[in-house]
Protein backbone atom coordinates (compact mmCIF):
# COMPACT_ATOMS: atom_id res chain seq x y z
CA UNK A 1 0.00 0.00 0.00
CA UNK A 2 1.44 3.25 -1.02
CA UNK A 3 2.05 5.76 1.70
CA UNK A 4 1.55 9.65 1.36
CA UNK A 5 2.42 12.62 3.18
CA UNK A 6 -0.45 15.25 2.54
CA UNK A 7 0.37 18.38 3.63
CA UNK A 8 -1.56 21.18 3.24
CA UNK A 9 -2.55 24.78 5.87
CA UNK A 10 -6.04 24.43 4.86
CA UNK A 11 -7.91 21.84 7.54
CA UNK A 12 -10.85 21.69 5.29
CA UNK A 13 -9.35 20.78 2.19
CA UNK A 14 -6.85 18.44 4.17
CA UNK A 15 -9.34 16.38 5.69
CA UNK A 16 -11.37 16.32 2.36
CA UNK A 17 -8.67 14.70 0.29
CA UNK A 18 -7.40 12.76 2.83
CA UNK A 19 -10.66 11.20 4.02
CA UNK A 20 -13.17 11.26 1.23
CA UNK A 21 -10.62 10.64 -1.56
CA UNK A 22 -7.25 9.29 -0.79
CA UNK A 23 -8.12 6.55 2.05
CA UNK A 24 -11.24 5.17 -0.15
CA UNK A 25 -8.67 4.86 -3.26
CA UNK A 26 -6.45 2.80 -0.76
CA UNK A 27 -4.00 4.76 0.09
CA UNK A 28 -1.86 5.21 3.84
CA UNK A 29 -2.24 9.13 4.17
CA UNK A 30 -0.61 10.94 7.31
CA UNK A 31 -1.36 14.36 7.30
CA UNK A 32 0.53 17.90 8.08
CA UNK A 33 -0.50 21.68 8.75
CA UNK A 34 2.31 22.65 7.61
CA UNK A 35 6.17 21.69 6.30
CA UNK A 36 8.39 21.77 9.52
CA UNK A 37 5.59 19.24 10.97
CA UNK A 38 5.79 17.75 7.83
CA UNK A 39 9.51 17.15 7.87
CA UNK A 40 9.71 15.98 11.28
CA UNK A 41 6.75 13.33 10.02
CA UNK A 42 9.49 12.02 7.20
CA UNK A 43 12.03 9.88 8.69
CA UNK A 44 9.74 7.82 10.79
CA UNK A 45 6.56 7.38 8.25
CA UNK A 46 8.62 6.80 5.08
CA UNK A 47 5.90 8.22 2.60
CA UNK A 48 6.44 7.19 -0.78
CA UNK A 49 4.90 10.40 -2.06
CA UNK A 50 4.46 13.96 -1.15
CA UNK A 51 1.41 16.07 -2.01
CA UNK A 52 2.01 19.75 -0.68
CA UNK A 53 0.23 23.06 -1.12
CA UNK A 54 2.61 25.87 -1.59
CA UNK A 55 1.48 28.95 0.18
CA UNK A 56 1.35 27.97 3.93
CA UNK A 57 2.59 29.79 6.87
CA UNK A 58 6.38 29.00 7.44
CA UNK A 59 7.75 27.45 4.65
CA UNK A 60 6.48 27.53 1.21
CA UNK A 61 5.95 24.14 -0.53
CA UNK A 62 8.94 24.17 -2.34
CA UNK A 63 11.16 25.30 0.33
CA UNK A 64 9.75 22.52 1.76
CA UNK A 65 10.65 20.30 -0.84
CA UNK A 66 14.59 21.81 -0.85
CA UNK A 67 14.44 21.19 3.06
CA UNK A 68 12.89 17.39 1.86
CA UNK A 69 15.84 16.84 -0.61
CA UNK A 70 18.44 18.37 1.63
CA UNK A 71 17.68 15.75 4.21
CA UNK A 72 18.73 12.96 1.52
CA UNK A 73 15.26 12.14 0.77
CA UNK A 74 14.52 11.94 -2.70
CA UNK A 75 10.25 11.59 -2.61
CA UNK A 76 7.99 12.02 -5.14
CA UNK A 77 6.32 15.44 -4.70
CA UNK A 78 3.37 17.25 -6.38
CA UNK A 79 2.71 20.44 -5.88
CA UNK A 80 -0.81 22.10 -5.60
CA UNK A 81 -0.84 26.25 -5.87
CA UNK A 82 -3.79 28.21 -5.84
CA UNK A 83 -1.35 30.80 -7.99
CA UNK A 84 -0.66 29.29 -11.43
CA UNK A 85 2.01 31.60 -12.20
CA UNK A 86 4.74 29.98 -15.16
CA UNK A 87 7.63 31.33 -13.40
CA UNK A 88 6.66 28.84 -10.14
CA UNK A 89 5.87 25.83 -12.71
CA UNK A 90 9.68 26.32 -13.72
CA UNK A 91 10.51 26.24 -10.49
CA UNK A 92 8.86 23.82 -9.21
CA UNK A 93 9.83 21.39 -11.86
CA UNK A 94 13.69 22.17 -11.94
CA UNK A 95 13.32 21.34 -8.43
CA UNK A 96 11.98 18.16 -9.55
CA UNK A 97 8.38 18.35 -9.13
CA UNK A 98 6.87 15.53 -10.51
CA UNK A 99 3.77 17.08 -11.02
CA UNK A 100 1.73 20.84 -10.71
CA UNK A 101 -1.70 21.20 -9.66
CA UNK A 102 -3.37 24.38 -9.82
CA UNK A 103 -6.69 25.38 -7.37
CA UNK A 104 -9.64 24.35 -7.73
CA UNK A 105 -8.14 21.17 -9.71
CA UNK A 106 -10.23 18.19 -10.94
CA UNK A 107 -10.31 14.96 -8.18
CA UNK A 108 -9.55 12.66 -11.18
CA UNK A 109 -6.68 14.48 -12.33
CA UNK A 110 -4.92 14.44 -8.85
CA UNK A 111 -5.42 10.71 -8.98
CA UNK A 112 -4.14 10.65 -12.16
CA UNK A 113 -1.14 12.46 -11.42
CA UNK A 114 -0.73 10.17 -7.94
CA UNK A 115 -1.16 7.15 -9.80
CA UNK A 116 1.56 7.89 -12.73
CA UNK A 117 4.13 9.21 -9.98
CA UNK A 118 3.79 5.95 -7.97
CA UNK A 119 3.54 3.44 -10.84
CA UNK A 120 7.08 4.99 -12.15
CA UNK A 121 9.80 3.20 -10.28
CA UNK A 122 10.24 5.28 -7.07
CA UNK A 123 13.47 6.43 -6.19
CA UNK A 124 14.09 6.62 -2.54
CA UNK A 125 17.62 6.92 -1.21
CA UNK A 126 18.55 7.24 1.59
CA UNK A 127 18.85 10.27 4.61
CA UNK A 128 21.73 12.20 4.53
CA UNK A 129 23.42 10.49 7.24
CA UNK A 130 23.10 7.27 6.68
CA UNK A 131 24.42 8.43 2.60
CA UNK A 132 27.34 9.53 4.72
CA UNK A 133 27.58 5.65 6.38
CA UNK A 134 27.21 4.39 3.24
CA UNK A 135 30.39 6.12 1.69
CA UNK A 136 32.37 4.60 4.47
CA UNK A 137 31.52 1.28 3.35
CA UNK A 138 33.27 2.00 0.63
CA UNK A 139 36.44 1.37 2.42
CA UNK A 140 35.92 -1.42 3.22
CA UNK A 141 37.38 -4.37 1.51
CA UNK A 142 34.95 -6.94 1.61
CA UNK A 143 32.05 -6.93 -1.03
CA UNK A 144 28.63 -5.16 -0.38
CA UNK A 145 24.93 -5.19 -1.67
CA UNK A 146 22.10 -4.01 -0.32
CA UNK A 147 18.70 -5.10 -1.66
CA UNK A 148 15.43 -3.88 -0.58
CA UNK A 149 12.95 -6.35 0.16
CA UNK A 150 11.28 -6.00 -3.80
CA UNK A 151 15.03 -7.57 -4.92
CA UNK A 152 16.20 -4.06 -5.90
CA UNK A 153 19.56 -3.40 -5.51
CA UNK A 154 20.12 -0.21 -3.49
CA UNK A 155 24.02 -0.26 -2.59
CA UNK A 156 27.07 -1.50 -3.97
CA UNK A 157 30.14 -0.52 -2.32
CA UNK A 158 32.92 0.37 -4.05
CA UNK A 159 34.99 -2.96 -4.05
CA UNK A 160 31.74 -4.77 -4.99
CA UNK A 161 31.16 -2.91 -8.43
CA UNK A 162 35.32 -3.58 -8.90
CA UNK A 163 34.66 -7.09 -8.50
CA UNK A 164 31.33 -7.53 -10.29
CA UNK A 165 32.75 -5.27 -13.23
CA UNK A 166 29.88 -2.45 -12.44
CA UNK A 167 30.91 0.99 -13.23
CA UNK A 168 29.02 3.18 -11.20
CA UNK A 169 25.80 1.68 -11.65
CA UNK A 170 22.73 3.60 -11.49
CA UNK A 171 20.39 2.75 -8.12
CA UNK A 172 18.45 1.37 -7.66
CA UNK A 173 17.67 -1.37 -10.08
CA UNK A 174 16.56 -4.53 -10.38
CA UNK A 175 19.38 -7.66 -9.11
CA UNK A 176 18.14 -9.61 -11.48
CA UNK A 177 19.52 -6.93 -13.97
CA UNK A 178 22.75 -5.81 -12.17
CA UNK A 179 23.92 -8.80 -10.56
CA UNK A 180 24.25 -10.82 -13.76
CA UNK A 181 27.20 -13.85 -11.91
CA UNK A 182 24.75 -16.96 -12.40
CA UNK A 183 26.43 -18.03 -8.88
CA UNK A 184 25.21 -14.73 -7.46
CA UNK A 185 21.86 -15.07 -9.00
CA UNK A 186 21.33 -18.29 -7.75
CA UNK A 187 22.36 -17.66 -4.02
CA UNK A 188 20.12 -14.68 -4.32
CA UNK A 189 17.17 -16.51 -5.59
CA UNK A 190 17.25 -19.16 -2.90
CA UNK A 191 15.37 -18.63 -0.09
CA UNK A 192 17.50 -21.11 2.50
CA UNK A 193 21.10 -21.07 1.40
CA UNK A 194 22.61 -18.49 3.90
CA UNK A 195 26.36 -19.23 3.57
CA UNK A 196 28.26 -20.28 0.50
CA UNK A 197 31.52 -19.81 -1.54
CA UNK A 198 31.59 -18.82 -4.99
CA UNK A 199 34.47 -17.11 -7.68
CA UNK A 200 33.90 -14.24 -9.06
CA UNK A 201 35.05 -13.32 -12.55
CA UNK A 202 38.12 -11.44 -10.86
CA UNK A 203 39.37 -15.06 -10.30
CA UNK A 204 38.95 -14.52 -6.51
CA UNK A 205 36.90 -16.88 -4.37
CA UNK A 206 34.15 -15.56 -1.87
CA UNK A 207 32.28 -16.74 1.65
CA UNK A 208 29.36 -14.99 0.86
CA UNK A 209 27.10 -14.53 4.12
CA UNK A 210 23.60 -12.88 3.66
CA UNK A 211 21.85 -10.91 6.98
CA UNK A 212 17.97 -10.15 6.08
CA UNK A 213 15.37 -8.49 8.30
CA UNK A 214 11.80 -7.76 7.21
CA UNK A 215 11.16 -4.25 6.29
CA UNK A 216 15.21 -3.87 5.88
CA UNK A 217 16.10 -6.21 2.95
CA UNK A 218 19.22 -7.85 2.48
CA UNK A 219 22.95 -7.27 3.21
CA UNK A 220 25.32 -9.64 1.21
CA UNK A 221 28.67 -9.23 2.10
CA UNK A 222 31.29 -11.43 0.21
CA UNK A 223 34.60 -12.12 2.28
CA UNK A 224 37.60 -12.65 -0.02
CA UNK A 225 39.46 -16.11 0.97
CA UNK A 226 41.40 -16.59 -1.88
CA UNK A 227 44.71 -16.90 0.15
CA UNK A 228 43.03 -18.82 3.06
CA UNK A 229 41.95 -21.29 0.59
CA UNK A 230 45.11 -21.77 -1.20
CA UNK A 231 47.05 -21.82 2.38
CA UNK A 232 43.89 -24.93 2.95
CA UNK A 233 44.88 -26.39 0.10
CA UNK A 234 48.72 -26.19 0.23
CA UNK A 235 48.54 -27.79 3.71
CA UNK A 236 46.16 -30.48 2.79
CA UNK A 237 48.70 -31.60 -0.06
CA UNK A 238 51.32 -31.84 2.36
CA UNK A 239 49.74 -33.79 4.96
CA UNK A 240 48.13 -36.23 2.31
CA UNK A 241 51.88 -36.92 0.93
CA UNK A 242 53.22 -37.03 4.74
CA UNK A 243 50.37 -39.35 5.68
CA UNK A 244 50.86 -41.89 2.70
CA UNK A 245 54.33 -41.98 3.32
CA UNK A 246 54.16 -42.49 6.85
CA UNK A 247 51.25 -45.21 6.18
CA UNK A 248 53.33 -48.24 4.86
CA UNK A 249 56.05 -48.11 7.44
CA UNK A 250 53.01 -48.60 9.81
CA UNK A 251 52.00 -51.74 8.01
CA UNK A 252 55.28 -52.88 8.27
CA UNK A 253 55.54 -51.80 11.93
CA UNK A 254 52.53 -53.78 12.84
CA UNK A 255 53.23 -56.97 10.35
CA UNK A 256 56.69 -57.30 12.50
CA UNK A 257 54.27 -57.03 15.61
CA UNK A 258 52.73 -59.64 14.63
CA UNK A 259 55.65 -61.50 13.74
CA UNK A 260 57.49 -61.27 17.29
CA UNK A 261 55.16 -63.27 18.79
CA UNK A 262 55.35 -66.12 16.31
CA UNK A 263 58.68 -66.48 16.52
CA UNK A 264 59.18 -67.70 19.74
CA UNK A 265 57.48 -67.16 23.24
CA UNK A 266 57.38 -63.69 24.96
CA UNK A 267 58.24 -63.02 28.53
CA UNK A 268 55.59 -61.10 30.04
CA UNK A 269 57.30 -57.76 30.50
CA UNK A 270 58.23 -58.16 26.36
CA UNK A 271 54.51 -58.88 25.98
CA UNK A 272 53.48 -56.01 27.78
CA UNK A 273 56.30 -53.69 25.89
CA UNK A 274 54.85 -55.22 22.49
CA UNK A 275 51.27 -54.55 23.77
CA UNK A 276 52.05 -51.28 24.03
CA UNK A 277 53.75 -50.37 20.92
CA UNK A 278 50.94 -52.11 19.27
CA UNK A 279 48.29 -49.33 21.12
CA UNK A 280 50.94 -46.41 19.77
CA UNK A 281 50.81 -47.65 16.06
CA UNK A 282 47.07 -48.21 15.50
CA UNK A 283 46.57 -44.74 17.16
CA UNK A 284 48.96 -43.05 14.08
CA UNK A 285 47.53 -45.05 11.97
CA UNK A 286 43.78 -44.31 12.85
CA UNK A 287 44.86 -40.80 12.75
CA UNK A 288 46.63 -41.19 9.55
CA UNK A 289 43.81 -43.14 7.97
CA UNK A 290 41.26 -40.09 9.28
CA UNK A 291 43.45 -37.47 7.58
CA UNK A 292 43.24 -39.03 4.00
CA UNK A 293 39.72 -40.14 4.67
CA UNK A 294 39.18 -35.99 4.84
CA UNK A 295 41.48 -35.01 2.33
CA UNK A 296 39.51 -37.49 -0.16
CA UNK A 297 36.42 -35.95 1.01
CA UNK A 298 37.42 -32.57 0.71
CA UNK A 299 38.39 -32.95 -2.39
CA UNK A 300 35.26 -34.91 -3.55
CA UNK A 301 36.64 -37.45 -5.09
CA UNK A 302 34.26 -40.25 -4.18
CA UNK A 303 31.31 -39.01 -3.66
CA UNK A 304 28.81 -40.16 -6.58
CA UNK A 305 25.34 -39.47 -5.29
CA UNK A 306 22.75 -41.75 -5.45
CA UNK A 307 19.38 -42.66 -4.57
CA UNK A 308 20.34 -43.79 -0.82
CA UNK A 309 17.78 -45.46 2.09
CA UNK A 310 19.28 -43.87 4.78
CA UNK A 311 17.36 -46.49 7.56
CA UNK A 312 19.46 -49.61 5.79
CA UNK A 313 22.59 -47.28 6.45
CA UNK A 314 21.82 -46.74 9.95
CA UNK A 315 20.67 -50.02 11.19
CA UNK A 316 24.48 -51.48 9.20
CA UNK A 317 26.20 -48.38 10.97
CA UNK A 318 24.75 -49.61 14.39
CA UNK A 319 25.51 -53.48 14.03
CA UNK A 320 28.80 -52.86 13.51
CA UNK A 321 29.33 -51.06 16.14
CA UNK A 322 27.53 -53.71 18.74
CA UNK A 323 30.57 -54.74 20.53
CA UNK A 324 32.10 -51.41 21.37
CA UNK A 325 28.55 -50.86 22.59
CA UNK A 326 28.15 -53.89 24.41
CA UNK A 327 31.62 -53.31 26.01
CA UNK A 328 30.86 -50.30 27.62
CA UNK A 329 27.46 -51.90 28.41
CA UNK A 330 24.98 -48.95 27.36
CA UNK A 331 21.57 -49.27 26.41
CA UNK A 332 21.03 -48.88 22.75
CA UNK A 333 17.29 -48.03 21.54
CA UNK A 334 16.81 -46.96 17.84
CA UNK A 335 13.55 -45.65 16.87
CA UNK A 336 12.87 -45.64 12.80
CA UNK A 337 10.12 -44.30 11.30
CA UNK A 338 8.66 -46.15 8.15
CA UNK A 339 8.47 -44.83 4.83
CA UNK A 340 11.30 -42.57 4.59
CA UNK A 341 12.23 -41.49 1.36
CA UNK A 342 15.88 -42.17 0.18
CA UNK A 343 18.58 -38.88 0.18
CA UNK A 344 20.57 -38.43 -2.93
CA UNK A 345 23.67 -39.90 -0.68
CA UNK A 346 26.82 -41.91 -0.84
CA UNK A 347 26.26 -45.41 1.11
CA UNK A 348 29.65 -45.70 2.10
CA UNK A 349 30.50 -42.01 3.35
CA UNK A 350 27.08 -41.85 5.24
CA UNK A 351 27.84 -45.25 7.26
CA UNK A 352 31.47 -43.67 8.30
CA UNK A 353 29.18 -40.17 9.22
CA UNK A 354 26.65 -42.25 11.65
CA UNK A 355 29.67 -44.88 12.58
CA UNK A 356 31.21 -41.27 13.97
CA UNK A 357 28.52 -39.58 15.55
CA UNK A 358 28.13 -43.10 17.13
CA UNK A 359 31.37 -43.95 17.96
CA UNK A 360 31.81 -40.82 20.25
CA UNK A 361 28.02 -41.14 21.23
CA UNK A 362 30.00 -44.48 22.90
CA UNK A 363 33.08 -43.14 24.19
CA UNK A 364 31.98 -40.17 25.52
CA UNK A 365 29.48 -41.40 27.87
CA UNK A 366 30.35 -43.18 30.88
CA UNK A 367 30.14 -46.77 31.30
CA UNK A 368 26.08 -47.95 31.41
CA UNK A 369 24.79 -45.04 29.26
CA UNK A 370 21.64 -44.88 27.26
CA UNK A 371 22.21 -43.97 23.60
CA UNK A 372 19.63 -43.27 21.38
CA UNK A 373 19.11 -42.93 17.27
CA UNK A 374 15.89 -41.16 15.79
CA UNK A 375 15.45 -41.35 12.39
CA UNK A 376 12.16 -39.69 10.74
CA UNK A 377 11.00 -37.53 7.93
CA UNK A 378 9.83 -33.88 8.85
CA UNK A 379 8.79 -31.38 6.25
CA UNK A 380 10.60 -32.98 2.78
CA UNK A 381 13.83 -33.67 5.09
CA UNK A 382 15.33 -36.77 6.49
CA UNK A 383 16.45 -36.27 10.15
CA UNK A 384 19.11 -38.23 12.01
CA UNK A 385 19.25 -38.15 16.03
CA UNK A 386 22.30 -39.35 17.51
CA UNK A 387 21.55 -38.28 21.59
CA UNK A 388 23.72 -39.69 24.78
CA UNK A 389 23.41 -39.09 28.54
CA UNK A 390 27.54 -38.68 28.52
CA UNK A 391 29.61 -36.04 29.41
CA UNK A 392 28.81 -33.32 27.38
CA UNK A 393 30.52 -30.30 25.48
CA UNK A 394 30.47 -26.77 27.21
CA UNK A 395 28.66 -24.25 25.35
CA UNK A 396 31.84 -21.93 24.45
CA UNK A 397 33.36 -25.21 22.90
CA UNK A 398 30.88 -25.80 20.85
CA UNK A 399 31.02 -23.65 17.60
CA UNK A 400 35.16 -25.12 17.26
CA UNK A 401 33.75 -29.25 17.89
CA UNK A 402 34.01 -29.26 13.77
CA UNK A 403 37.45 -27.99 13.74
CA UNK A 404 40.38 -30.29 12.33
CA UNK A 405 42.37 -31.76 15.41
CA UNK A 406 39.50 -29.78 17.74
CA UNK A 407 38.99 -31.67 21.07
CA UNK A 408 37.33 -30.13 24.35
CA UNK A 409 38.43 -29.29 27.69
CA UNK A 410 36.58 -32.13 29.15
CA UNK A 411 37.97 -34.90 26.77
CA UNK A 412 41.26 -33.96 26.22
CA UNK A 413 43.02 -35.97 28.91
CA UNK A 414 40.76 -38.81 29.45
CA UNK A 415 39.47 -39.99 26.74
CA UNK A 416 41.85 -40.84 23.57
CA UNK A 417 40.96 -39.32 20.18
CA UNK A 418 42.45 -37.80 16.85
CA UNK A 419 39.74 -34.26 16.91
CA UNK A 420 39.28 -35.57 13.10
CA UNK A 421 36.12 -37.11 13.79
CA UNK A 422 33.44 -34.38 13.46
CA UNK A 423 35.87 -32.85 11.13
CA UNK A 424 35.34 -35.90 9.09
CA UNK A 425 31.53 -35.73 9.83
CA UNK A 426 31.02 -32.06 9.00
CA UNK A 427 32.93 -32.49 5.57
CA UNK A 428 30.44 -35.63 4.15
CA UNK A 429 27.51 -33.92 5.47
CA UNK A 430 28.37 -30.79 3.39
CA UNK A 431 29.19 -32.90 0.18
CA UNK A 432 25.25 -33.97 0.83
CA UNK A 433 24.52 -30.17 1.36
CA UNK A 434 22.94 -31.30 4.43
CA UNK A 435 23.12 -29.65 7.69
CA UNK A 436 24.19 -31.00 11.07
CA UNK A 437 23.97 -29.28 14.82
CA UNK A 438 24.53 -30.30 18.44
CA UNK A 439 22.59 -29.36 21.39
CA UNK A 440 24.66 -30.52 24.20
CA UNK A 441 25.04 -29.46 27.99
CA UNK A 442 28.05 -30.76 30.28
CA UNK A 443 27.22 -33.57 32.50
CA UNK A 444 23.53 -33.71 30.47
CA UNK A 445 24.62 -35.39 27.48
CA UNK A 446 24.61 -34.62 23.66
CA UNK A 447 22.47 -34.44 20.63
CA UNK A 448 23.40 -34.29 17.16
CA UNK A 449 20.81 -33.76 14.35
CA UNK A 450 22.06 -34.34 10.93
CA UNK A 451 18.88 -33.29 8.00
CA UNK A 452 19.07 -34.21 4.39
CA UNK A 453 16.63 -33.30 1.71
CA UNK A 454 14.79 -36.27 1.19
CA UNK A 455 13.68 -37.52 -2.79
CA UNK A 456 10.38 -37.04 -3.52
CA UNK A 457 8.47 -38.39 -6.63
CA UNK A 458 7.22 -35.19 -7.53
CA UNK A 459 10.75 -33.45 -7.74
CA UNK A 460 13.55 -34.46 -8.98
CA UNK A 461 16.38 -36.21 -7.18
CA UNK A 462 18.65 -33.37 -6.98
CA UNK A 463 19.31 -32.14 -3.00
CA UNK A 464 18.18 -28.84 -2.49
P1 LIG B 1 37.74 -37.10 18.79
O1 LIG B 1 36.52 -37.83 19.30
O2 LIG B 1 38.66 -37.99 18.04
O3 LIG B 1 38.39 -36.28 19.83
P2 LIG B 1 35.90 -35.58 17.15
O4 LIG B 1 36.20 -34.62 16.04
O5 LIG B 1 35.00 -36.72 16.85
O6 LIG B 1 37.28 -36.03 17.72
O7 LIG B 1 35.23 -34.74 18.30
C1 LIG B 1 35.79 -33.49 18.68
C2 LIG B 1 35.50 -33.21 20.14
O8 LIG B 1 34.12 -33.01 20.33
C3 LIG B 1 35.83 -34.37 21.05
O9 LIG B 1 37.20 -34.34 21.43
C4 LIG B 1 34.92 -34.15 22.22
O10 LIG B 1 35.49 -33.19 23.07
C5 LIG B 1 33.70 -33.52 21.58
N1 LIG B 1 32.64 -34.53 21.35
C6 LIG B 1 32.26 -35.07 20.18
N2 LIG B 1 31.22 -35.89 20.33
C7 LIG B 1 30.88 -35.84 21.64
C8 LIG B 1 29.86 -36.45 22.44
N3 LIG B 1 28.95 -37.29 21.91
N4 LIG B 1 29.82 -36.14 23.75
C9 LIG B 1 30.72 -35.28 24.29
N5 LIG B 1 31.70 -34.67 23.59
C10 LIG B 1 31.79 -34.96 22.29
Not at 117 to 139: C, G, H
Not at 190 to 206: F, V
Not at 240 to 245: G, L
Request: charged share 20%; no cysteine; glycine share 6%.
Amino acid sequence: MARILLVDDAADTRHFLAEKILVPEGYAVDIASHAEEALALLAQRQPDLIISDYLMPGLTGLDFLAAVQSQGFEIPFILITAEGSEALAVRALRMGVRDYLIKPFDIDDLLQAIHRVISTPVRRTYPAQEVAFFSLLNDVSSLLIHLDENQQVRFVNWPAQQALGLAEPGLPQPASALLVHPDLQSLLASAELREAQLQLPNQRTYNVEVASRPGLGQLVMLHDVTTLKELDRVKSDFVTAVSHDVRSPLTTILGYLDLIGRAGPLNEQQRKFTQHILFSVRSITELISDLLDLSKIEAGFDINLEPTPLDVVLRYAAESLLTTLEAKQHRLSVDISPHLPPIMGNALRLKQLMGNLLQNAIKYTPPGGQISLHLYADDGFVVLQVADNGIGIPLEEQPYIWDKFFRSENAVDDYPGTGLGLSIVKTIVDAHRGRIWVDSAPGRGSVFTVMFSGIHDDTSPTPR
